[in-house]
């Protein structure tokens, strides 16, 4: 069921969304060449804790991390470990944020030092696309239109769009009805309603928009080893457009 949320949620889910971009902007300074992604998770699990949070996707669906953190090929829910970031690297770190109940969910993906001009042109379109998608969303539109504006973005750059994997509704749960895929055709799928929260999050490849799935059960990569960026934002959707609540 797609819930409207109340007054009193929606001011929750604000400071959590605000939680997740503040951990985005104070982990930025630490996205250099050496360190590792647990270092990077403990960093952020801290911060989280330290604004009266807790990280979201720790032990979610039994995942060990606090945030997911995935590397060039690595489309989504890479797990922190031993390896280090790279020179021409680019990683998408997706943080979660629970706060009195409620949660804010927000990716970027970020180069680490400099970076082809290949994985910049990436990096580039796929941010372009989550703000042609959200520019879709105000009370009346339809979940449909979100998903063509990403896929029609991507489409005009040549980038692949996952399939198997799409954004939702965000609130006492993490992930919630509706599903919002990052590809639909206009005025179908669910109507939107002011007071709905949605996260949007295209993850677009440089090749292929195939997916694998890596034997740890968790880390999701492109069939052909290429490089995918992932973006997204928790939004609020309004009665003539909407409110990002993740702003880094």
């Known amino acids: 069921?797609?819930?409207?949320?109340?007054?009193?949620?929606?001011?929750?889910?604000?400071?959590?969304?605000?939680?997740?971009?503040?951990?985005?902007?104070?982990?930025?300074?630490?996205?250099?060449?050496?360190?590792t992604t647990k270092e990077l998770d403990e960093l952020?699990?801290?911060?989280?804790l330290s604004k009266g949070a807790t990280p979201s996707f720790k032990g979610l669906y039994g995942f060990p991390g606090s945030v997911c953190i995935s590397?060039?090929?690595?489309?989504?829910?890479?797990?922190?470990?031993?390896?280090?970031?790279?020179?021409?690297?680019?990683?998408?770190?997706?943080?979660?944020?629970?706060?009195?109940?409620?949660?804010g969910d927000s990716a970027w993906s970020y180069p680490v030092g400099k970076i082809s001009p290949e994985k910049e042109y990436?990096?580039?379109?796929?941010?372009?696309?989550?703000?042609?998608?959200?520019?879709?969303?105000?009370?009346g539109a339809h979940v449909g239109d979100i998903g063509y504006a990403v896929s029609n973005h991507a489409k005009k750059y040549q980038l692949?769009?996952?399939?198997?994997?799409?954004?939702?509704g965000v609130g006492s749960s993490v992930h919630e009805e509706p599903d919002v895929p990052n590809y639909g055709k206009m005025n179908k799928g669910p109507l939107l309603k002011a007071g709905m929260v949605l996260a949007v999050?295209?993850?677009?490849?440089?090749?292929?928009?195939?997916?694998?799935?890596?034997?740890?059960?968790?880390?999701?990569?492109?069939?052909?080893?290429?490089?995918?960026a992932?973006?997204?934002?928790?939004?609020?959707?309004?009665?003539?457009?909407?409110?990002?609540l993740t702003k880094r």
């Open 122 to 139: 990436l990096l580039r379109h796929t941010e372009e696309s989550l703000f042609k998608g959200l520019e879709m969303i105000k009370e």
């Open 44 to 48: 952020a699990e801290e911060f989280i």
């Open 1 to 35: 069921m797609i819930t409207i949320k109340t007054p009193e949620e929606i001011e929750a889910l604000k400071v959590a969304g605000d939680i997740v971009g503040q951990t985005h902007h104070y982990l930025e300074k630490y996205i250099k060449p050496g360190i």
């Open 201 to 228: 999050e295209p993850m677009l490849n440089l090749g292929t928009p195939h997916v694998l799935m890596l034997e740890d059960e968790w880390t999701i990569i492109t069939e052909d080893e290429k490089p995918s």
């Open 71 to 103: 590397i060039n090929e690595e489309v989504v829910h890479g797990i922190p470990g031993t390896r280090k970031l790279q020179e021409g690297d680019i990683v998408s770190i997706d943080i979660g944020a629970c706060y009195n109940g409620y949660h």
């Open 160 to 168: 692949g769009v996952v399939k198997e994997l799409v954004g939702h």
């Open 230 to 244: 992932h973006f997204e934002h928790t939004v609020l959707v309004e009665k003539d457009g909407y409110t990002i």
